[in-house]
């Protein structure tokens, strides 16, 4: 009886960190891939790795080393993206997808914009004419509307 019972418990204690990394791979990949802390740390985005993932409100976000994911780990909110679509385009009361390659740090706060050849969002929001806080205060108030 008790070699059953602990073959049981090595047979659960082998394959349930193999459905937890399998349930992992499955979640969405962050920003294409792309560490958010290296926006911060490099001053340009970086290509990360599913050797250095983190799970995080759903989604996997990857790094390209160690530091990196402790880093992200010790502060997720810091790091990762303010909205999930192009701020600029929330100023205008819509959502498009984001270019993770068209960023800018405002405020502390990794702005991910839209880049297509309609409309390049970080360039419409350099050009607007209004303050960075004025812009962030608009794309605020459009979020919350448009995510409810």
């Known amino acids: 009886m008790r070699i059953i019972a602990l073959l049981a418990i090595l047979a659960c204690w082998l394959v349930f960190p193999i459905a937890a990394a399998a349930e992992k791979s499955q979640l969405p990949v962050a920003i ?16 990360g790795s599913t050797d250095f993932a983190v799970e995080y409100e759903g989604k996997n976000y990857l790094f ?7 880093l992200f780990e010790s502060d997720p909110k810091r790091y990762k993206p303010r909205y999930e679509s192009c701020p600029f385009s929330l100023t205008l ?4 997808p984001l270019d993770p390659l068209n960023f800018k740090i405002v405020g502390g706060y990794l702005l991910l914009f839209h880049k297509s050849d309609k409309m390049d969002g970080l360039e419409g929001w350099q050009k607007s004419g209004l303050s960075h806080e004025e812009l962030l205060e608009r794309a ?4 919350t509307l448009l995510t409810f």
């Open 64 to 70: 390209t080393n160690e530091a990196q994911q402790a």
């Open 32 to 47: 294409q891939g792309y560490s958010v802390v290296s926006y911060f740390t490099q001053g340009e985005p970086q290509l």
């Open 93 to 96: 009361g819509m959502k498009l």
């Open 140 to 143: 605020d108030k459009s979020f």
